[in-house]
């Protein structure tokens, strides 16, 4: 299916290949996509993460033995690569507005913030690792297992404020199983999984989205967790 008026904004990072990796196999391919930042090498070895055959409660764990571009490449979009890292900047937004798209998928580095000016401009989604407004900051998916012994994400349109926009679309995971990876991998597999249903409501919906308003009196916010507290929390997790 063609994803008319989409692009995906894409970083050099595991969760970008998690995402195009599941758009890919799900048939679902943006108009055009750009990739910023300077390129990596393969994240990890085939030998290292052993995913081909890690199946996750019906998730599909992404393989990140394959490089973004070669993903990319095989989607049949058109495709644009910029050397700057910055989300911010001014070649970023020329090529966003020479594309003029009408939803951008956003994969960008840890830390940064997409500037107010292009959220006002474009419809920005994305997918946040935890329940909102309950779960907002960083690193949420170990609070969540902490307190809730549950994982979850919730698709968001983009603003100024911290994991504050409209929700558009939320779901609830069950815990990952000890010894799969839950930064690089289940993490970033319960995300593209909720990116794909979320986009293909929207085509549903003639290129709309329900939206929710998302109280930002509501829920707390974290920070990047303690390595005590990330390590009790991997304790919840469900033995093979």
């Known amino acids: 299916?063609?994803?008319?008026?989409?692009?995906?904004?894409?970083?050099?990072?595991?969760?970008?290949q998690s995402y195009a990796q599941a758009m890919y196999?799900?048939?679902?391919?943006p108009d055009h996509i750009i990739v910023y930042g300077m390129p990596t090498e393969k994240l990890v070895s085939v030998a290292d993460q052993n995913v081909n055959t890690i199946r996750e409660d019906n998730l599909v764990m992404p393989d990140l033995s394959v490089h973004l571009g070669d993903t990319v490449n095989d989607m049949g979009s058109?495709?644009?690569i910029l050397d700057d890292r910055e989300v911010g900047s001014a070649e970023l937004s020329r090529t966003l507005s020479e594309t003029s798209p009408e939803l951008v998928i956003y994969s960008g580095y840890g830390g940064q913030i997409?500037?107010?000016a292009?959220?006002?401009?474009?419809?920005?989604?994305?997918?946040?690792?935890?329940?909102?407004?309950?779960?907002r900051g960083s690193t949420t998916i170990y609070y969540s297992i902490l307190l809730e012994k549950v994982c979850g994400v919730t698709g968001i349109l983009l603003d100024e404020g911290i994991d504050s926009g409209e929700i558009v679309n939320q779901m609830y995971y069950p815990l990952p199983r000890n010894g799969v990876d839950i930064d690089?991998?289940?993490?970033?597999?319960?995300r593209a999984d909720l990116l794909t249903k979320t986009l293909c409501e929207?085509?549903?919906?003639?290129?709309?989205?329900?939206?929710?308003?998302?109280?930002?009196?509501?829920?707390?916010?974290?920070?990047?967790i303690h390595p005590v507290l990330k390590n009790i929390a991997i304790e919840f997790l469900k033995p093979y």
Request: glycine residues 6%; hydrophobic residues 35%.
């Open 114 to 116: 997409v500037p107010k």
């Open 202 to 224: 929207y085509c549903a919906n003639n290129s709309r989205f329900a939206r929710i308003e998302n109280n930002v009196e509501e829920g707390d916010d974290y920070y990047v």
């Open 118 to 135: 292009l959220c006002d401009k474009y419809m920005f989604l994305h997918m946040h690792s935890g329940i909102l407004p309950k779960y």
């Open 1 to 16: 299916m063609k994803l008319e008026g989409v692009l995906f904004l894409a970083g050099y990072t595991s969760r970008s």
């Open 25 to 29: 196999r799900e048939g679902l391919i």
């Open 184 to 190: 690089s991998q289940y993490d970033n597999a319960i």
């Open 78 to 80: 058109d495709v644009t």
